[in-house]
T-cell receptor, first 110, second 116 residues
């Protein structure tokens, strides 16, 4: 069964700093998603990564995928308070099944 | 993007009663929908895969008689929590895949259930 490991689980950082969240998975995947969740809300889709070497950027967030290493990263550049949320990676395998990482709770402090 | 709507957004009920949650794909047809459960400060756990016109596929450890899923049409799946108890209190989220276009997964807004 597919296992998805995300780290760190909790992250507190100051505004203006950079950091990377990692997502490792255990078997071949069809595609990988990154989601953001604010407290009490559902998931907001950030990125979908389909192929090895894929890199996508939106504002201060950049996601990449290395299918050989079974690793995806979500890099935060010059963090701002508005980025405070929980971030989940989710891996799709067998074309239909999706498994989520445990989530990374990010707090950005002034 | 495509829209998935969940109803109700939150519900409080007494122990022993049943609660129905609806998940609708508003602008696309979804032959498959997924139901997740999320406890506070935890990740989403897949409960079951809902297939239009056939029985749902439940994940291991999920009681099918407790969580009844009906996918009666291409745009509607319902989750009924039967004889709810306080331990069923959770955030329930549905998702649907738009197979006809991008194949991307879209999530509903979530339904927060509190059982007293």
């Amino acid at each position: 069964e597919l296992k998805v490991e995300q780290n760190p689980l909790f992250l507190s950082m100051q505004e203006g700093k950079n950091y990377t969240i990692y997502c490792n998975y255990s078997t071949t995947s069809d595609r990988l998603y990154w989601y953001r969740q604010d407290p009490g809300k559902s998931l907001e889709s950030l990125f979908v990564l389909l192929s090895n070497g894929a890199v996508k950027q939106e504002g201060r967030l950049m996601a990449s995928l290395d299918t050989k290493a079974r690793l995806s990263t979500l890099h935060i550049t010059a963090a701002v308070h508005d980025l405070s949320a929980t971030y989940f990676c989710a891996v799709v395998y067998n074309n239909n099944d999706m498994r989520f990482g445990a989530g990374t709770r990010l707090t950005v402090k002034p | 993007g495509a829209v998935v709507s969940q109803h109700p957004s939150w519900v409080i009920c007494k122990s022993g009663t049943s609660v129905k949650i609806e998940c609708r794909s508003l602008d696309f047809q979804a032959t498959t929908m997924f139901w997740y459960r999320q406890f506070p400060k935890q990740s989403l756990m897949l409960m079951a895969t809902s297939n239009e016109g056939s029985k749902a596929t439940y994940e291991q450890g999920v009681e099918k008689d407790k969580f009844l899923i009906n996918h009666a049409s291409l745009t509607l799946s319902t989750l009924t929590v039967t004889s709810a108890h306080p331990e069923d209190s959770s955030f329930y989220i549905c998702s649907a895949r738009d197979f006809q276009l991008t194949g991307e997964l879209f999530f509903g807004e979530g339904s927060r259930l509190t059982v007293l």
